[in-house]
């Protein structure tokens, strides 16, 4: 898919860095305790719309030839001859991950830079950083007096049950690729400890040029509010203050990869799997990527036919591999656009080519999430697909606000909001998959719990609770994630026979 052609079908999408779409509904909201703001370049900034997608100019993010074993990457040359390429076509490195997974950011002002290193022997591939508007500015009112019983979410997949035996250990460690999390808001905190590890945090943005990404640095200062929603499903404290996560009591780790006027950014993210890897991670969730448009105005499928979109999917696959090759288990939100990914149309009726995906749920070795509603009904919005759909987790499936079919959870300032979207779902899977971690995994000498991911995830999958048709289905994939039976280990079957069939088993 041409790249000009893509960002015409955009409704929504502005332009810069690689930004990624998140799979909840727009909500920024404004932290006391946040850091100075940052005044976006031009007011332009604050008008672009949800899935406008921006090119960053200069800035590149290149694959090199060669080879990902679970050690690291080996070059088909020398580095030397790379970095001699790259300066020979005008660019400069300004970060290097070819030790880990053969990816580079650079920046050159050559307008041939691209065909110049592109044509090299030593390069697999490259393309311009990109970004894609993931939320807008405005959101709903949070409110400060929800509590505990709000939470039918938490009640679906039995969480309150599974803390009577494992609500997660600090050990464990939950990468959230987000916006920044909210590290000082009172539900994170228990005994005057807070269970985000800002110290371990990460902007991942700080390798874009100057001006490109807008917003606070500090990865515990929310650059919006989804990082620190999302954060608050995984690990809101049992405090006797607002909400309880499904995993309270395991450490949560900010990755920035999204800024301020709602980008998130292909490098960064790159970047911040990577370094899910090389601090060894547990679990990282990702709610991005994917948006809340009509599926031909959308970013949301990455086509391997698009020089820019090519580089990036190659990248996230090796930075998956790499990172599940140091024991993290990656978790993804499956998208909005109430597609069958395994048999994707346009507007038109037509077939989607397969060569297009969903980055990065259908990157090999993440486990992708469908959203349910209240009744464990496919929410309305939430893709799916045989051999795509890997879970089901409460996402919500109703109107912002409504607290009665979405999802409570913190935001920034002390405070909670209800939303829905795949973004919600991913979380409790994550969730569940931190307390699977916390349950069995072995202490290390280095005081770290491991578990394979490849365990994490058949456990997961063996102990969901059967909905839809009998087994594994297109709608639900393996069943709804249950924590109690994750943390007992209970693969005996069960079906709930409540929950509503999918429509597209008519189709």
């Known amino acids: 898919m041409n790249l000009r052609r893509l960002a015409a079908r955009l409704r929504p999408m502005k332009a810069g860095a690689a930004a990624l779409v998140l799979t909840a509904p727009l909500l920024a909201l404004t932290s006391t305790s946040a850091a100075t703001a940052v005044t976006p370049r031009d007011a332009v900034a604050q008008e672009e719309r949800i899935g406008s997608l921006r090119t960053i100019d200069g800035s590149y993010i290149l694959t090199l030839a060669g080879t990902q074993t679970a050690a690291g990457f080996t070059p088909d040359g020398t580095m030397t001859a790379v970095r001699t390429l790259l300066t020979t076509a005008g660019g400069t490195v300004v970060n290097d991950l070819s030790a880990q997974i053969g990816v580079l950011s650079v920046r050159a002002t050559n307008p041939d830079f691209r065909a110049l290193v592109g044509a090299s022997p030593l390069v697999e591939s490259v393309g311009n950083d990109f970004a894609v508007k993931m939320y807008a500015s405005d959101a709903p009112e949070p409110s400060s007096d929800m509590m ?53 945090g990460r902007d991942s943005l700080a390798a874009l040029p100057p001006g490109v990404a807008i917003g606070t640095p500090d990865p515990c200062t929310d650059n919006q509010f989804h990082g620190t929603h999302v954060a608050g499903t995984i690990g809101a404290r049992a405090n006797g203050t607002g909400i309880v996560g499904v995993a309270p009591n395991v450490t949560l780790v900010p990755v920035k990869v999204c800024d301020t006027t709602g980008y998130c950014y292909a490098g960064p ?9 090389d601090e060894q991670l547990d679990v990282i969730n990702m709610s991005f990527f994917v948006d809340d448009n009509e599926f031909q105005e959308s970013t ?18 090796r930075a998956i591999s790499y990172a599940r090759n140091r024991g993290v288990t990656p978790v993804a939100a499956l998208g909005n656009s109430d597609q069958d990914l395994a048999h994707p149309v346009g507007d038109d009726g037509r077939p989607i080519s397969n060569e297009c995906e969903v980055v990065p749920a259908e990157t090999q070795g993440v486990v992708g999430t469908v959203s349910l509603g209240r009744d464990s009904e496919r929410a309305g919005y939430s893709n799916y697909g045989s051999g795509m759909a890997d879970v089901s987790a409460p996402g919500g499936n109703g109107s912002t606000g409504d607290c009665t079919r979405t999802i409570l959870s913190t935001v920034p300032g002390g405070g909670y909001a209800c939303i829905q979207g795949t973004s919600m779902a991913s979380p409790h899977a994550a969730g569940v998959a931190a307390l699977i971690v916390s349950q069995f995994g072995r202490l290390g000498s280095d005081g770290d719990v491991k578990l394979p991911p490849q365990t994490v995830e058949n456990y997961m999958q063996s102990t969901a609770v059967d909905i839809g048709r009998p087994g594994y289905d297109e709608c639900f994939g393996a069943g709804r994630v249950d924590a109690l039976r994750a943390v007992t280990q209970d693969t005996s079957a069960a079906r709930d026979e409540s929950a509503p069939f999918c429509p597209e088993y008519d189709d």
Not at 186 to 194: A, M
Not at 300 to 317: G, I
Request: with cysteine; aromatic share 6%.
């Open 300 to 317: 949301e499928f990455k086509c391997a036919s698009d020089p820019v979109q090519r580089t990036f999917r190659h990248a996230v696959e």
């Open 269 to 277: 993210v790159v970047d911040g799997i990577t370094y899910a890897g």
């Open 148 to 200: 505990e019983p709000l939470q039918w979410d938490m009640q679906q997949i039995r969480t309150e049950e599974a803390h009577a035996i494992q609500a997660g250990v600090p050990a464990v460690d939950v990468g959230v690729l987000d916006s920044g999390i909210d590290g000082r808001h009172p539900d994170f905190t228990k005994g005057l400890e807070s269970n985000v590890d800002c110290a371990r």
